[in-house]
Nanobody, 126 residues
């Protein structure tokens, strides 16, 4: 059973940057889709980005393209989300997620993923 542990997050001013990290333990022994989703208070969980670890193929929600970058260091078993030009609307709890998968067509929907990190809070002030 893979476990995901997140780090990063915090409080920043609008326009700033953050990097979130998520480490999978044990290291998955076959390709996966790994993703980041976020949830604002009172809102449903929203997928923002996903990556296929077999090829590095990425998928982004339209709302974050150009500001969010998902990446994966396979040697460190770690997933990253680099967020730049932060906006107050980016405030929320951010979750990493994983699903064992067979091709680069990773989805960002909540119901696509099977394993979840504990979540980390990102708060952006104007």
């Amino acid at each position: 059973q893979v476990q995901l542990h997140q780090s990063g997050g915090g409080s920043v001013q609008a326009g700033g940057s953050l990097r979130l990290s998520c480490t999978a333990t044990p290291n998955p022994d076959r390709p996966t889709c790994m993703g980041w989703l976020r949830q604002a208070p009172g809102e449903p969980r929203e997928g923002v980005a996903a990556i296929y670890t077999g090829s590095g193929t990425t998928n982004y929600a339209d709302s974050v393209k150009g500001r969010f970058t998902i990446s994966r260091d396979n040697a460190k078993n770690t997933l990253y989300l680099q967020i730049s030009s932060l906006e107050p609307g980016d405030t929320g709890m951010y979750y990493c997620a994983l699903r064992y998968w067979h091709d680069g067509n990773c989805q960002t929907r909540e119901d696509f993923f099977r394993y979840w990190g504990q979540g980390t809070q990102v708060t952006v002030s104007s």
